[in-house]
């Protein structure tokens, strides 16, 4: 299994980006998917996840109605698109993925995943 986090930057704060998570040697559609970040001296905080079936995709209350994860399964790729970021947001963001059925994106989020890929930093300039 291979992810592959891109799209981090520099952004001014109200500015957006764009992570894209490409997946190789296993197909995405069946996997539950979600977007992690690191701060330094922070703990990892889950920012949204959703199952393999779909469902609700999970938020965290700190991103909620700012950023919006999307799949293309055609691509074998997951989006996390940010708008309206903050110098809070600053962070190394992860992508992950499982192959765990019967749970909830919310599951994932707060418990963590099984397959990571490497980091994309992300800072937020004020």
């Known amino acids: 299994f291979q992810l592959q986090a891109s799209g981090g930057g520099l952004v001014q704060a109200g500015g957006s980006l764009r992570l894209a998570c490409a997946a190789s040697?296993?197909?995405?559609?069946?996997?539950?998917i979600g977007w992690f970040r690191q701060a330094p001296g922070k703990e990892r905080e889950g920012v949204s996840c959703?199952?393999?079936?779909?469902?609700?995709?999970y938020y965290a209350d700190s991103v909620n109605g700012r950023f919006n994860l999307s799949r293309d399964n055609a691509k074998n790729t997951v989006y996390l698109q940010m708008n309206n970021l903050k110098p809070e947001d600053t962070a190394v963001y992860y992508c992950?993925?499982?192959?765990?059925?019967?749970?909830?994106?919310?599951?994932?989020?707060?418990?963590?995943?099984?397959?990571w890929g490497k980091g994309t930093q992300v800072t937020v300039s004020s």
């Open positions: 992950a993925a499982d192959s765990r059925s019967g749970y909830t994106g919310s599951y994932f989020c707060l418990g963590g995943m099984d397959y």
């Open positions: 040697r296993f197909t995405l559609d069946s996997y539950a």
């Open positions: 959703i199952s393999g079936s779909g469902g609700v995709t």
